[in-house]
């Protein structure tokens, strides 16, 4: 069955530095989003993503965040300069149509 | 997105049935019925969902009220893997999910 992957599963960042995490959505899928999760509390939604450019966000995902998808199976989160409470799993996911979001397993991001 | 109600926790018993309720009074005509599970540490899972009929698939059942006001999701036999954050969500189309805090449902031996 086909999944939502992501890499890395872990990173750990200095405060201030820039990150990219990656997805990779299921192939034949249209929209894509971010959301976060900081530990102990509920996922929030980030971004939405379709047709190339942002659809919708939300009011975390400020200037120091960026998304992209550079070829037709990367989709990528950036963050410019990490603050201690970036802290958080981010969860990639996609759709294809009006369905289910399929969620990819996460990356933990860990800013000191 | 409309709001829903669910309760904090819930425990179960291994292979005994698990009825997760959910109210969302305020639902609207095109609002589906979406139930979604976190294991710990993974991301969000589709269990499954539905717009006024009752739904089965291989993972759980869904009952939904005929005011749709209201929706149960059920799990037949409790399983421990199925120890979970339970999630329902009011979505349509390609709108995002808005989480709420769920039911955590515990499932002993």
């Known amino acids: 069955e086909p999944e939502v992957t992501q890499t890395p599963s872990h990173q750990v960042t200095q405060m201030g530095q820039e990150v990219i995490l990656r997805c990779v959505p299921i192939?034949?899928?249209?929209?894509f989003y971010w959301y976060r999760q900081i530990l102990g509390q509920k996922v929030e939604f980030l971004v939405s993503?379709?047709?190339?450019?942002?659809?919708?966000k939300s009011e975390i995902f400020d200037d120091q965040f960026s998304v992209e998808r550079p070829d037709g199976s990367n989709f990528t989160l950036k963050i410019r300069s990490t603050k201690l409470e970036d802290s958080a799993m981010y969860f990639c996911?996609?759709?294809?149509?009006?369905?289910?979001?399929?969620f990819g397993p996460g990356t933990r991001l860990l800013v000191l | 997105d409309a709001k829903t109600t669910q309760p904090n926790s819930m425990e179960s018993n291994e292979e005994e049935p698990v009825h997760l309720p959910c109210n969302h009074s305020?639902?609207?005509?095109?609002?589906?019925i979406h139930w979604y599970r976190q294991l710990p540490s993974q991301g969000p899972e589709y269990v499954i969902h539905?717009?006024?009929s009752n739904v089965n698939n291989r993972m759980a059942s869904l009952a939904i009220a005929e005011d749709r006001k209201s929706s149960t999701l059920i799990l037949h036999r409790a399983t421990l893997r199925d120890a979970a954050v339970y999630y329902c969500?009011?979505?349509?189309?390609?709108?995002?999910?808005?989480f709420g805090k769920g039911t955590m449902l515990l499932v002993s031996p």
């Open positions: 996911a996609s759709i294809r149509e009006e369905e289910t979001q399929y």
């Open positions: 192939s034949n899928h249209l929209y």
């Open positions: 993503f379709y047709n190339n450019e942002i659809s919708e």
């Open positions: 305020t639902i609207s005509g095109t609002d589906y």
């Open positions: 539905g717009l006024t």
């Open positions: 969500i009011l979505n349509s189309g390609y709108s995002t999910l808005t």
